[in-house]
């Protein structure tokens, strides 16, 4: 049975990009809505959730950051190893 | 933004022309990957936006105006007046003998102008079905999310003053 290790560096890349696009998406639709519900809940005149709402939408940025930079290092390696074929 | 296109040598028109096609799918799920992570940040602002919007805030003062005299509308009788400013449209109704309310009069949907129903005792808004209680203008019904911001009154003598509005 052919496993990961098996296939071309480029397919074995893609395949980790479009894993961490997933999850960058699904981190950004879930910054979407909190960005409007923050905004919604500031305009109602709660104040209280804008810091909580802020910190989880930085850590999220900070996952996303993390996930490109997994990418970055991935399309490196497999740079690497294609110019080196 | 060369931190951006870190870990490769080729130029960037070489790299969006590549003669294979899985080349070409490569480098275009990298950059909508970068694309995604800068709309991330572009989210986060946004919310550090708001939060120094909150830090900063300063509670409006509201000037202390005279709407209407005691007794000046019937019971069931509405009043429009303009508070705080002359372009914030209010109504005053008269639910009882000694009970007098008020709210802000643009719907917080699309700041229609809401009015007031005798038949239905609620406050309607024409544009989108959205219906107000008239007891504290909270969302009885329809899109808006929010409920009326209400003018708080106090009676002085044979006057009812409009001292602030809250929500």
Redesign the interface.
């Known amino acids: 049975m052919p496993t990961s290790n098996d296939l071309p560096p ?2 074995r ?2 395949t980790a ?2 894993g ?2 997933s999850l ?2 699904v ?2 639709i879930v ?2 809505w ?2 409007s519900a ?3 809940s ?4 709660n ?1 209280h959730t ?2 909580p ?2 910190i989880f ?2 850590v ?2 900070l996952i ?2 993390g ?2 930079a997994f ?3 991935i ?2 390696e497999v ?1 690497g190893s294609s110019n080196g074929r | 933004m060369n931190w951006l296109r ?3 040598s080729e130029p960037l028109w070489k790299e969006e022309f590549s003669v294979r096609t ?2 070409e ?2 480098v275009t ?2 950059q ?3 694309f ?2 800068l ?3 572009g ?2 602002v ?3 936006w ?2 120094i ?3 900063f ?1 300063k509670a409006p003062v509201y000037p202390q105006q005279p709407v209407a005299q005691l007794g000046e509308i019937p019971v069931g009788g509405v009043k429009l007046f303009s508070y705080p400013t002359k372009d914030d449209r209010c109504i005053m109704i008269r639910t009882a003998q000694d009970e007098y309310v008020s709210y802000s009069q643009k719907c917080t949907h699309l700041s229609c102008a809401v009015y007031y129903s005798q038949a239905e005792n609620r406050l309607e808004c024409p544009c989108h079905q959205g219906f107000f209680s008239i007891k504290d203008g909270a969302v009885l019904q329809g899109p808006p ?2 409920p009326l911001p209400r003018v708080v009154l106090e009676a002085r003598g044979k006057q009812l003053v409009a001292i602030e509005v809250k ?1």
């Open positions: 480029q397919n890349g893609l990009i479009a961490a696009m960058i998406t981190l950004l910054q979407i909190l960005l923050a905004l919604e500031f305009l109602g005149g104040r804008a810091l709402a802020a939408s930085g999220m940025f996303s950051l996930l490109y990418v970055d290092r399309d490196s740079r | 870190r870990g490769t899985a080349d799918r490569y799920r990298r909508l990957t970068k995604l992570v709309t991330s940040l989210m986060f946004g919310n550090i708001i939060l919007r909150s830090l805030y999310s929010r929500g």
